[in-house]
């Protein structure tokens, strides 16, 4: 393992880091934030101090380990990924630790992990509170982390070297399924980023000409198109309670959930390719479903009118399915077998090379796709059936990674889940937060519903699934070659 | 589909189960208790049963044609789908006959329960239930375990009915278990042989401990099947007796162990039996899951003495892990993480080619280096690994096997706990019913708990469960080929 190349890569990183945040430095001085009772430095200065320790360390990194990228290999691809995701959320934390938002280092860096993975899970209780530097940076953390801080790199510095591909499949949401739509690797990260730009601009613009503050706007956009699900409000968007915002969200939170490439195909005018697409095509059904299912259910479990539910419904299933986040309703009140069916959906999550998180549509196509053939091979036992996903036939290796990984996320959840219910967490909550954190959604069921949020939870606990949403954005894999000895060898 | 040919088939079966039904009908003319008002005394609904079936599967055999020799895989399934569907329902008759169960669908459900040897029952009053009905309901779990099919394959090898499509879709673990000896006949009647000799090894053993013949006899078939049917409300409990419970301990593991071991070890090939790596992991899986809910429960009930705790525990866990479903504590009451790891337990089931249900320890074998496999190629990914268990090759079809009924078991499992929950069904109740039934396991948890039953589950839940049970016992594909059209296209 080439590990002082990979700190060198983790150096360019975190210059990078420090450039970026400047930005809620700026946000911070404008404002003119106030510090908090138990901070320790007021917001700017702490902004400035880990824009500081960020740069220099990222520059020493940088300068005194030799760069080797070019040889990287696929696991030190891994490995990169995801030691530079977890010191960047170190230093994405320091801004909450020193500021006072949060006392205790380890809500610092569940917070930050939360944003950077665009988890959504917040152990702040008084958010309406918090200086707007601070709420600025929890949601441009999404933002970042929706795309992927490595893929940025990529897209700004072409020239910097560290194009790889092998860091491109670590770091984007649906990893080895993910097309490259151009053949060269710069191109495809910029194509990624621009999108993501237009869409965020666009959202931007949508929301303010409603009537949103710009700051307000800003902050919900970062969060929408990234499917993170951070609101500067308390109440998330039910803080706002006005139709044309919730429609504006619930159709970029749609689009946060679409695979990318599709929407650089739109903006080209090849329809075509996106209404055959077999992964938008199931997308677009489970939402349909799920949202026709919710509705039904609302309006008979409440008395409530089909209009009113069809809003309630729509706007907290697709948060939900993208694994956004954001609640106009406590879906913890709702009847039984819609919460046990919220939960279903947020296993499923939205498209490949999206922003969302999760298990991604495609895999659970790619599922179906092999039961339905072990039944056909039933009934002729010679025939040779080939997998396939729209018109291609999927290579065996994918299917076994496809599967390898279901049983990891699956395990996984398992194992958060009990390890919670031994801390004395009760059964709801302990399942609902590791599916949560595991799938980057948000908000869970129980004590950490749309309604409360994840301080009450033990600290072992806490960093489990600070372990857990890690895992879920890079996919399991990424994090777990981290702990194995193999990885490590020369 | 030769429909007439699956029907011939069918009425050797029935035929056999009516010669089988006179040995209940012994039992109840040797205890001749009254009958209740308004229903058939017991040898009457016995010898009823018998007539009915008798004539069905004469007209079945006479009238249909002979086509077995042709038979093709999928017809295979059909046959064993039907005759699970039908056998069972002919089986149901006495307990609705004698009015111990007056609604059909209760008596189907414990007709179903038996075959599959699940032990999930309605029955609120063991004690008033005349004696040959309580014989039947625990011989039909005998007879489930190894399979009727099975049974009339040892018996009547010269009729004809040999067909391999048939052994693999009724014995549980499917693929996965290989063939011992070269003509399918003598390895149904090895099978059966050894099942019969361990029967009455235990059926002795009991006796001599002071049990009466016929509670003897009821346990050990209820023991060596896994199903876990008693005379008893309060079920092993019922014995205050360390022997007793010990001797059904030991037998409900071997009867979780592939029954060709078992042949191996009276052949005294002692070796292969010991490097077996199935049996080596159910094994440990044991061992350790008993010293871990020793440890717990002695952590949560500190007062109570240590050798009754662990005798607790290792009972329970030998029980759930084999599907067995016998109690000697309501295990309802104990901390709720360590009941979540019980529920893991019965998902995972013993050994492929025993009497157990449940996903098989083999296809966990198979799961978990599926997942560690994958991530070896993450770090040599142009290496060429080949997927072994012990010093064998799993073949890609074994793998996807494995895959398959994973995640049909995991898919099924969801959607009958939100059917479940949707009939109004408390969470806890809806989920460990499902698992109860799907994993033929027995007693769940909150209201069909240990210390309760399954007449609290509204009638379309039945039938659902029903379906579980049989999905379950003959692990999917048999039942599933029933609803795909391809499978009846001639």
Known sequence: MNLKAIFNVVGILLILLSGILLVPLAVSLFYADPALPLGHRTPVTAFLDSCISSGVTGFLLWKFLPSGIEKLREREGFVIVGVAWIIITFFGALPFYLTGACPEFVDAYFEAMSGFTTTGASILTNIDALPHGILFWRNLMQWLGGMGIIILSLAIFPALGIGSFQLFKAEIPGGATVERMKPRLAETAKVLWKTYLVLTLAEIILLKAGGMGLFDAVCHTFSTVATGGFSPHQASIGHFNNLYFETIIMLFMFLGGMNFALHYNLILGNFKVVFQNPEFRFYVTMIVTAVAVTTLGLAYATGDSLEHAFRRAAFNVVSINTTTGYATDDFHLWPDYLRILMVSIMMVGGCSGSTSGSFKAIRVIILFKVIFCELQKLIHPRAVVRIKVGQKPLPPNYVMNVVALSGLFLGLTGVGFIALAFMGVDLTTALSASIACLFNIGPGLGQVGPAADYSQLPQAGKWILVLWMLMGRLEIFGILLLFLPMTWKK | ?490
């Open chain 2, 1 to 490: 589909m030769n429909l007439k040919e699956v029907f011939n088939v069918i009425g050797h079966l029935l035929i056999l189960l009516a010669f089988i039904l006179l040995i209940p009908l012994g039992v109840s003319l040797y205890y001749h208790q009254p009958a209740s008002a308004g229903y058939l005394g017991e040898y009457q609904a016995f010898g009823l049963t018998a007539l009915l079936a008798g004539a069905t599967g004469f007209g079945f055999w006479k009238f249909f044609p002979q086509g077995i020799e042709s038979l093709r895989e999928r017809e295979g399934f059909i046959i064993v789908a039907f005759s699970w569907i039908l056998l069972p329902l002919f089986g149901a008759l006495p307990y609705s006959l004698t009015g111990v169960c007056p609604e059909f669908t209760d008596a189907y459900f414990e007709s179903v329960s038996g075959f599959t040897t699940t032990g999930a029952t309605v029955l609120t009053h063991l004690a008033d239930v005349p004696r040959g009905i309580l014989f039947w309901r625990s011989m039909t779990q005998w007879l489930g375990g190894m399979g009727i099919i099975l049974l009339y394959l040892a018996i009547f090898p010269a009729l004809g009915i040999g067909s391999f499509h048939l052994f693999r879709a009724e014995i549980p673990g499917g693929v996965t278990v290989e063939r011992m000896q070269p003509q399918l006949v003598h390895s149904a009647k090895v099978l059966w042989k050894t099942y019969v000799i361990l029967s009455l090894v235990e059926a002795a053993l009991l006796w001599l401990g002071g049990m009466t013949l016929f509670d003897a006899l009821c346990h050990t078939f209820a023991t060596l099947s896994t199903g876990g049917f008693s005379p008893y409300i309060n079920n092993i409990d019922h014995f205050q007796s360390l022997y007793l419970q010990m001797v059904i301990l030991v037998f409900m593991f071997l009867a979780g162990i592939n029954f060709a071991l078992h042949f191996n070890l009276i052949r005294g090939y002692f070796q292969d039996v010991f490097q077996n790596p199935e049996l080596r992991f159910y094994t440990a899986s044991v061992l350790f899951f008993i010293l871990l809910t020793a440890g717990w429960l002695s952590h949560a009930y500190p007062d109570q003495p240590a050798d009754i705790l662990l005798r607790k525990a290792a009972f329970t866990v030998v029980s759930l892990h084999t599907t067995t479903g016998f109690t000697v504590d309501d295990f309802n009451l104990w901390p709720t993480p360590l009941k979540v790891i019980l529920l893991g337990l019965m998902m995972m089931g013993a050994c492929s080619g025993s009497t157990s249900g449940s996903i098989k320890s083999i296809r966990i074998i198979i799961l978990f280096r599926m997942i560690g496999l994958e991530i070896k190629k993450l770090i040599h990914p142009q290496a060429v690994i080949h997927l072994k268990v012990g010093h064998k090759n799993v073949s890609p079809g074994h793998q996807t096997n494995a895959v398959t009924v994973t995640a049909l078991f995991t898919a099924v499992g969801g959607l009958s706990f939100v059917l479940l929950t949707f009939m109004g069904l408390d969470a806890e109740t809806a989920g460990s019913a499902t698992f109860a039934t799907l994993f033929n396991t027995g007693p769940g948890m909150g209201l069909v708990g240990p210390a309760g039953d399954f007449s609290v589950i509204p009638a379309p839940g039945k039938w659902l469960l029903i379906l579980d049970m049989l999905m379950g016992r003959l692990e999917f594909f048999s039942i599933l080929l029933l609803f795909v059209p391809v499978a009846w296209r001639k």
